[in-house]
């Protein structure tokens, strides 16, 4: 299997992708959340202060009340079933 034609290539591939998996991991694992415990705050509480008294954005429709609805008896509901 060694001797076939493109396994140099295979290997080397391989190799590529082995550490693109291993670079990745420890990239999204130590450095990354690193990063966001390092820059994140200061930004967030920027934020924070300046949009407290803020409304939301114009698109967003806000939250309400639902109206009650009325209770309806009808006459077809308080018959019983007749097939049983």
């Known amino acids: 299997m060694g001797d076939a034609a493109g396994n140099e290539l295979l290997h080397t591939a391989a190799a590529v992708i082995l550490a693109g998996l291993i670079a990745a991991t420890l990239l999204n694992t130590l450095v990354l959340p690193a990063a966001c415990l390092w820059f994140g705050p200061a ?3 920027d934020r924070d202060a300046e949009q407290e008294d803020l409304p939301g954005p114009p698109g967003v429709p806000q939250p309400r009340e639902e109206p ?4 309806v008896s009808h006459p077809a509901a308080r018959r019983e079933n007749p097939v049983r």
């Open 43 to 45: 930004l967030g509480r």
């Open 68 to 71: 009650e609805v009325p209770q």
